[in-house]
């Protein structure tokens, strides 16, 4: 069956559904949210003469709550405008018009009676092939399906969302016994390529996959922190980045995520364990989750948790940490352990791991108890959970934001070297580990010809993960090196397409990067069809410029090294967008400052939907150097037509520089014409790499030419300058902006503008380019410049001097 989704029905209208049903809108499916209609009404509808009947009101909790869904942050849609593509309605009125809908999702209150109610109403109105999924996190799809008829059940199936459904990349599908492995294959295949998520196929047991492990994990590492005496500050720093996990680590991710929610899945699972779970007792709540949830010290949601925000005397937010013996909250203090030391200078996670481990103090005692908990768990669980050790590691790495799953974290520590420390603490894996290891398997994963394998446990043998033949995956890649150096990597991904992995950190665009665009740029062009320029960095696409040799140089007033410094700067993004092949970028998450400019020097962009990119170098002082502001200048005049407001469309690049603003999703950077209508937005990150050098391959197969330098750029001169100037003592004279934020956009003013020129008239680039490093280069000698400076280099925020 030839299906396609153009309409998606959303029964339920809370946290969950409302961000899901964004989601949907946000790859342009027309969604009908519903939800139930109230039993009463409120005051102000008395007070306003309205009914029961009348829509306002039978469509009160259902808008409430998606209006709630529409102000949350993170925002849930990429673009506000998207918020037109979901229409409300009730369960009473609009019910029946699923029947022209390709997939209804439900999404209501976690009680089998209610779901099994609602979902029979939905059998009777649905038509026959429509596809019937629950959001459901722990009750079993098989008791949903009791009851239904035969074609519901045969398209009826668990899609469990992680929550914010928009930024958490899992996706769990979940079959019923009797649903068609069709249905199943769509939903994988969909949900990766149009939603952009990592599709985990799951069994139906307590928990799925990621849930199962992820909430096992933080109840055992807060129990060993119990246990051991930790705080809730070091617990933190140890189980955050340093361990390849998100910066919240675990007590900060209870807090945002909800104590009761973590109690709940909890509960749940201890339950459900019984007779089939061996560790079923990990579950029962320690000591501290107890009482906190006993006080109803939630986190987040009711204003203190393990952490507590207050206001000083001076008004300043202040970060407050439980004391677990007192049970009152201390300022947060700093934590310091020798085994983290030691991996200060160590960037990849697969290589801190055994340093980690072999810790002498009490942080590698940590890891050595928790890592034998979860591992040993993770074996217990195959086949129960998943019958393939991939499927766990996706689950986790996606659902919880981990770099490497458990088997992953195992493999870089070292398979035997890690069940002889879990022997020594008693905590011995299952029987196929030992078999494995017997049959001379060392690893649970390996590389052949670029494509990653498992450890199949059925066979014995390793066996290739499926779905990667869409895929181009750099970590897969060693062998395929061309050229490198300390902070850049070229890899040959085949059909004559390279690809230039960033390897500094947070990308940042030093001179070994500079070195390496340059270097790649000369390669394709002497031996190969085109050039991608993307990486697999968790964190940053790039971060700009190297800030600290900025500085450096700028506090001994050396003029000269960093007029040289930004002239190659210059002379590379050029390079770039000048090459004989053609160069095509794949940014994601952050892509600041210099990292915007190679963006806006690249012949095609492809760019992840989570994309935030910004010329941001205003905010410590300075303006875009590296071709930033001359690129705005000329993508400005582009859009210049006969009779369009010029000013109007050059202010609006203007308040974006001057104000740092970042894009908060790839469809708003194409609104503030960072992206341009030929640039491609990719769902998933997974497919960024391979989507960029297909993009590379059709430029190259269309008859790429090497582009001629423009020199036919519009700019304002005098006029523009003199409107932007007065705009500027406005705001300073209403105290929105310090004299000194006056005087960095005066200097913006005048570039974007094409300095003091008479009239109107056209410009080249190399023009452009000279008046930005002028405007830079003065505002390197500005001591308040310095300032904000160096307060970001010291990891605060640049102060508004």
């Known amino acids: 069956m030839n299906r396609s989704i153009r309409k998606v029905a959303v029964l339920g209208s809370g946290i969950m559904g409302s961000r899901i049903a964004c989601h949907f809108a946000n790859i342009g499916v027309e969604v009908l949210l519903l939800d139930m209609v109230p039993a009463a009404l409120t005051p102000s509808e008395e007070a306003k003469g309205l009914t029961s009947a009348h829509p306002a009101v039978r469509n009160r909790i259902v808008t409430e709550a998606f209006q709630q869904t529409l102000k949350a942050t993170p925002a849930s849609l990429y673009s506000t405008d998207f918020a037109s593509r979901v229409r409300l309605g009730n369960f009473d009125d609009n019910l029946a018009e699923i029947a022209k809908y390709d997939w209804v999702i439900e999404v209501i209150v976690e009680r089998l009676d209610i779901k099994k109610n609602l979902l029979e109403k939905v059998d009777a109105l649905r038509k026959p092939g429509t596809l019937i999924t629950s959001n459901t996190s722990g009750i079993p799809i098989h008791l949903m399906a009791e009851g239904r008829s035969d074609d519901f059940r045969k398209h009826f199936c668990g899609t469990h969302f992680f929550n914010p459904p928009r930024y958490l990349r899992l996706l769990e599908i979940i079959p019923g016994a009797e649903t068609d492995e069709a249905v199943i294959a769509f939903l994988m295949h969909y949900g990766d390529l149009f939603l952009g998520k990592t599709t985990v196929r799951c069994k139906d047991t307590p928990g799925f996959i990621a849930n ?71 579950f029962a709540l320690p000591d501290i989750m107890q009482k906190l949830y006993d006080n109803k010290w939630l986190g987040d949601k009711t204003g203190q948790g393990f952490y507590k925000k207050i206001k000083d005397e001076k008004g300043k937010s202040v970060i407050l940490a439980l004391d677990f013996k007192t049970l009152e909250y201390k300022p947060s203090g700093k934590t310091r352990f020798a085994t983290l030391e030691g991996t200060r200078n160590i960037q990849e996670p697969v290589e801190r791991f055994p340093v980690l481990i072999a810790g002498e103090d009490r942080a590698g005692e940590f890891y050595r108890k928790t890592f034998s908990q979860i591992f040993q768990y993770a074996t217990l669980r195959i086949p129960e959970i998943a019958d393939e050790i ?196 794949a940014p994601h998450s952050l892509a600041l400052g210099g990292g915007c400019e190679l963006n806006l020097h690249a012949d095609k962009v492809v760019a992840h939907a989570e994309t935030y990119i910004g010329l941001v170098e205003f905010g410590v002082g ?79 197969d269309n008859g790429y030419t090497q582009p001629k330098q423009r020199t036919d750029i519009k700019v304002q001169g005098k006029t523009g300058i003199a409107l932007f100037l007065a705009g500027i003592a406005q705001m300073r004279l209403a105290n929105y902006i310090s004299e000194h934020d006056a005087k960095i956009a005066g200097k913006l003013a005048y570039v974007i503008n094409g300095g003091d020129l008479s009239y109107p008239q056209q410009v080249t680039e190399q023009y452009l380019l000279d008046l930005e490093r002028e405007a830079f280069l003065s505002l390197c000698g500005e001591k308040k410049t310095l300032e904000r400076m160096q307060g970001l280099l010291n990891g605060g925020k640049p102060p508004r001097n």
């Not at 096992?216 to 129990?223: D, E, G, H, S, W």
């Not at 069940?419 to 078999?435: F, T």
């Not at 059925?458 to 062998?479: R, V, W």
């Open 212 to 282: 199962r492990l992820g909430i096992y994990a933080l109840i055992q590492t807060i129990r060993a922190a119990e246990e051991m005496g930790l705080s809730v500050e070091e617990v933190d720093k140890l189980t955050g980045p340093v361990a390849g996990r998100p910066k919240s680590g675990t007590y900060r991710l209870s807090d945002v995520v909800g104590l009761d929610t973590t109690v709940h899945v909890a509960h749940n699972l201890y339950a459900s364990g019984e007779g089939t779970d061996e560790s079923r007792d990990a």
């Open 622 to 700: 300075i303006i875009p150097a590296g071709g930033g502001t001359k690129e705005m200048a000329l993508r400005c005049s582009d859009m210049y037509q006969a009779g369009d407001p010029e000013l109007n469309i050059l202010q609006n690049s203007f308040m974006n520089i001057a104000t740092a603003k970042v894009s908060t999703s790839a469809r708003e950077a194409l609104e503030m014409n960072y992206l341009q209508e030929k640039d491609q937005i990719v769902l998933n990150r997974s497919r960024l790499i391979a989507e960029a050098k297909q993009a590379a391959l059709d430029l190259a």
């Open 390 to 585: 991939f499927r766990v590691d996706q689950a986790i790495t996606a659902g919880f934001g981990w770099q490497l799953g458990p088997f992953e974290t195992w493999d870089a520590i070292g398979v035997r070297r890690m069940v002889s420390i879990m022997e020594d603490l008693d905590l011995k894996p299952a029987g196929w580990v030992y078999r494995m290891l017997e049959n001379g398997k060392e690893k649970f994963y390996t590389i052949e010809e670029g494509k990653r394998l498992y450890y199949d446990i059925t066979t014995g043998t390793y066996c290739k993960i499926p779905g990667q033949d869409g895929l181009i995956l750099l970590s897969n890649l060693s062998e395929n090196v061309v050229w490198k150096n300390a902070g850049a990597r070229l890899y040959d991904l085949g059909d004559g397409i390279l690809n230039l992995e960033f390897r500094s950190k947070m990308n940042t665009m030093g001179p070994e990067v500079i070195e390496g665009i340059q270097k790649s740029v000369s390669i394709a062009e002497k031996d190969f069809r085109g050039l991608v320029i993307g990486n697999e960095s968790p964190d940053a696409y790039s971060a700009g410029a190297n800030l600290a040799m900025l500085f450096m140089y700028a506090i001994e007033q050396d003029f000269d090294e960093i007029n040289l410094m930004i002239s190659q700067f210059q002379q590379t993004m050029m390079r770039a967008r000048y090459s004989s092949v053609p160069v095509v970028t």
